[in-house]
Nanobody
């Protein structure tokens, strides 16, 4: 059983920054690829960023490249999403997700993920 708990969302002005955190609780050790997705009202949940188990490989959606950075601290079982230069179109509920796989596994497809957090709201005002 894997549990994911996100935190760090909130209200910020355009150009501001936020850092989201996702704590992973798992009963057994395993290699999990981690990702962040987001869902705006009336839209599909979309991929934002992903990272492999070791943190050596990352992927980003084109819309967030250069502004958002994913990282992980294996010793703390935590994944982060540093969000800079935020725009109103970044407003959404952000979800952390985990995918089973090898230590080099990295995923960008929503259906490849096995576990999801409850989400944290990010609102960017104009």
């Amino acid at each position: 059983q894997v549990q994911l708990v996100e935190s760090g969302g909130g209200l910020v002005q355009t150009g501001g920054s936020l850092r989201l955190s996702c704590v992973v609780s798992a009963r057994t050790f395993s290699y999990y690829a981690m990702g962040w997705f987001r869902q705006a009202p009336g839209k599909e949940r979309e991929f934002v960023a992903a990272i492999n188990w070791s943190g050596g490989s990352t992927l980003y959606a084109d819309s967030v490249k250069g502004r958002l950075t994913i990282s992980r601290d294996i010793t703390k079982n935590t994944v982060y999403l540093q969000m800079n230069s935020l725009k109103p179109e970044d407003t959404a509920v952000y979800y952390c997700a985990a995918a089973r796989g090898g230590r080099n596994s990295i995923r960008s497809v929503r259906e490849d993920y096995d576990y999801w957090g409850q989400g944290t709201q990010v609102t960017v005002s104009s």
